[in-house]
């Protein structure tokens, strides 16, 4: 959900800190939130990811009004952590966070770093860091995330009306694809065929119409007389969308019902014969199918606005002073 996304935000950067500074760091203090500090060297620290990705990727000409501002942003979500674990401990939570789910936490994004725990363990180690205060920073945030829970998301209730409303909205999301499967008996033309050849081949192929429908098999037929590429298989084309073949065989197969057999369809390449096996997916989904998917879109919503008003209100109300 998006609001856990802005928790974990800047985790992978508190666990993946090894990258060394450009520089020294002359440490001070940069802002002051109630009674805790950030200090210049732990927000270079966390920044030196960003800029360096900056540095690299970004071709424009304001770099530098663009690495101010993502500092800015980094800086207002570090404050916000630092909030946010204050109001989890005012609150008093017992919540318990087991030393398997922060593992499993790590273990996870070293996974995604395609990063072995020994590298990682060397890395920290390099740093003058420790394994013990990776998991104790991870620890804070399960923690925080679970105070946002029990803050926000059980606050927060959507309606059938809100469901009904926005499937009303956004119909067309919910329009299943229409495809169909066909069989086809094609008889190509050869290049600037005259007016004698179109009419052979074309009479060749309405005999094979004829046959068809007195009830020989089609698929016998495809494979003895059919010059398209799935001949083999009986004229088996598979399922297909609107838009994917030839505009006058479409406009057969998708206008025929299931079983029936078309009549001689002429195009460029040549005389086409068709059957349509099966189709599915045309008309609009119901709402109970996707009831639970609509529920969980509108939630996230609501999670996301919620989560910017609790966090501005416990801003207004916190000592925040920034001294960068």
Do not use: C
């Amino acid at each position: 959900m998006k609001f856990y996304k802005k928790i974990f935000l800047i985790l992978l950067a508190v666990i993946l800190l090894s990258a060394p500074l450009r520089t020294e760091v002359v440490d001070r203090i940069i802002a002051v939130v109630n009674d805790e500090i950030i200090t210049l060297y732990e927000f270079s620290a966390a920044f030196e990811p960003y800029r360096k990705n900056i540095e690299s990727t970004y071709k424009g000409n304001n770099k530098e009004a663009v690495i101010k501002q993502t500092g800015d942003e980094l800086l207002q979500r570090l404050i916000d952590n630092i909030l946010i674990e204050q109001e989890a401990k005012k609150a008093g939570i017992g919540i318990i966070v087991k030393d398997e789910e922060v593992m499993i936490v790590i273990q996870d994004m070293l996974s995604k770093q395609k990063l072995s725990m020994q590298d990682f363990l060397k890395s920290l180690a390099r740093e003058g860091n420790s394994i013990e205060s990776v998991k104790k920073d991870i620890r804070g945030q399960m923690m925080r995330a679970r105070l946002l829970r029990r803050e926000i998301k059980s606050k927060i209730v959507v309606t059938d009306e809100e469901i009904g409303e926005y499937y009303n909205k956004n119909r067309q999301e919910y329009e299943g694809k229409e495809t169909v499967r066909i069989k086809q008996i094609l008889l190509l033309l050869p290049p600037n065929a005259d007016k004698t050849i179109k009419a052979k081949v074309k009479n060749e192929a309405l005999q094979l119409q004829k046959r068809v429908m007195n009830g020989e098999s089609f698929d016998l037929l495809a494979v003895k007389y059919s010059q398209g590429q799935e001949a083999a298989q009986g004229g088996d084309v598979g399922f297909i969308g609107r838009g994917t073949i030839i505009p006058e065989v479409e406009e057969a197969a998708f206008s025929l019902p299931v079983g029936q057999v078309s009549e001689v369809i002429e195009s460029g390449v040549g005389f086409h014969i068709i059957q349509v096996v099966d189709k599915k997916g045309a008309g609009l989904k119901p709402i109970a199918a996707v009831r639970d998917e609509i529920k969980t879109k509108i939630e996230d919503e609501k999670l996301d606005k919620k989560f910017d008003e609790w966090i501005a209100s416990v801003r207004e109300k916190s000592h925040i002073e920034i001294k960068k």
